[in-house]
């Protein structure tokens, strides 16, 4: 429309999975130099919260050739290192900016352009939407980020969610975090908030990815991790069990019964804990045994030569069962030595909360 005059209200484009979409074209704006409109977003079944907003570009001639591809209102800039963009660059990932050059040099060779052109994508619910995502965690700023490889949008997957966790655990590494800390999920996050008074932007929730979490941890180069949970989820590394879903594994009450039966627990004993449904029921009677301390010392032995094993040998790995019930229910021998270089690098006001874990 900018380089040829003509005023048009569909566009043919083939994405880079081979399908080829005719998309409308919404609330069309020409004025001097630029043309600007929107495509409004289909997420399919895809339970996407960028659903139906509209993402405009703005073309605009530049006196200056080339191709100039920026972010506008909606869409984030990064504000730390780690990621796909620089620090300040919008949040526009590789895969749509180049379809974005190659779509603006097809339109330049059939008009015999020879100028610059300068696009400016924005989503201007980009800015409110941003806070259902991941943006915030990762150093996002401002808005929601373009994404994509294919131009197609597929439901949400496991590999999508383990995906986003590997890039959250790169930029914690990015940031400088002296310890990874991994949590599953929003227990964990209070528990080392409130308890053990860590800065929770050294933390990151893996939900039911222990085993994945631990590899990106590794791989992004950490000297230190921190695992942190729910007993209900962390007792099975005990087993050797890295995916916590139920779905995968359980096997919670047959751990705490073989330990149990280890720190000499009778056969009623036993049978009692075999039958629990909940981890805090199973405390209850393991305290009125007298076996808790023993059972999750030899529980947390196993926990951590798990975790090891899975991590590598060379760097210190700790990790804190809790309950809401019961608070700390153990901790493996290098956790505290852990929690106290993550207090030694917090700010005076994480310092100042409280930081001692029960006994």
């Given at each position: 429309m ?11 484009l083939s994405?880079?999975k ?16 630029f ?22 570009a703005?073309v605009?001639?530049s006196e200056?050739?080339g ?13 730390r290192?780690?990621l ?5 660059e919008?949040a ?11 779509e603006?040099?097809?339109a ?12 400016v ?7 409110n ?5 991941y ?6 700023e401002?808005?929601?980020?373009v994404?994509g ?7 949400m ?5 383990i995906?986003?966790?590997?890039l959250e ?6 940031s400088?975090?002296?310890v990874?800390v ?8 209070t ?5 053990l008074?860590?800065?929770l932007?050294?933390a ?7 085993g994945?979490a631990?590899d ?8 230190g991790v921190?695992?942190v949970?729910?007993?209900g989820?962390?007792v ?9 879903h139920?779905?995968?594994?359980d ?6 019964t073989?330990?149990?039966a ?8 036993a049978r ?7 981890v805090?029921?199973?405390v ?7 076996l ?5 010392r030899s ?19 700790g990790a804190?069962?809790f309950?809401?019930?019961?608070g700390a229910?153990?901790r493996?021998?290098?956790a ?8 030694q690098?917090?700010?005076p006001e994480a310092?100042?909360?409280k930081q001692?874990?029960?006994?």
């Amino acid at each position: 429309m900018l380089l040829g005059g003509e005023r048009i209200s569909e566009y043919p484009l083939s994405t880079p999975k081979g399908i080829r979409l005719l998309l409308d074209l919404i609330d069309v704006q020409a004025g001097e130099g630029f043309v600007s409109c929107a495509v409004q977003k289909d997420a399919g079944d895809d339970p996407d919260v960028t659903d139906g907003v509209l993402v405009y570009a703005k073309v605009s001639r530049s006196e200056a050739p080339g191709i100039w591809i920026d972010g506008g209102e909606g869409v984030g800039r990064a504000a730390r290192e780690g990621l796909a963009f620089a620090v300040g660059e919008a949040a526009i990932n590789e895969g749509p900016r180049r379809m974005i050059r190659q779509e603006l040099e097809r339109a330049m060779r059939d008009f015999g352009f020879s100028g610059g052109l300068s696009a400016v994508i924005s989503i201007p619910e980009g800015k409110n939407l941003a806070a259902r995502t991941y943006n915030p965690r990762l150093g996002i700023e401002g808005g929601i980020s373009v994404l994509g490889t294919t131009g197609i949008v597929e439901p949400m997957s496991e590999s999508a969610l383990i995906e986003s966790i590997g890039l959250e655990i790169k930029v914690l590494a990015a940031s400088g975090a002296p310890v990874a800390v991994i949590t599953p999920g929003n227990y964990g996050e209070t528990f080392l908030k409130e308890t053990l008074g860590i800065d929770l932007k050294n933390a990151v929730k893996c939900s039911n990815f222990i085993g994945e979490a631990l590899d990106f941890a590794a791989g992004a180069g950490f000297c230190g991790v921190l695992l942190v949970g729910h007993a209900g989820k962390l007792v099975k590394l005990a087993a050797g069990i890295m995916n916590t879903h139920s779905h995968t594994a359980d096997g919670r009450m047959e751990i705490l019964t073989a330990h149990a039966a280890m720190s000499g627990a009778d056969a009623q004993t036993a049978r009692e804990l075999m039958g629990c449904i909940t981890v805090d029921q199973a405390v209850g009677i393991l305290d009125r045994a007298g076996l808790r301390e023993a059972v999750f010392r030899s529980v947390m032995e196993k926990v951590e030569f798990h975790v090891k094993a899975r991590f590598g040998d060379g760097c210190p790995i700790g990790a804190v069962l809790f309950s809401n019930r019961f608070g700390a229910l153990g901790r493996t021998g290098e956790a505290d030595r852990l929690i106290q270089r993550l207090k030694q690098a917090a700010p005076p006001e994480a310092a100042a909360a409280k930081q001692r874990l029960k006994p």
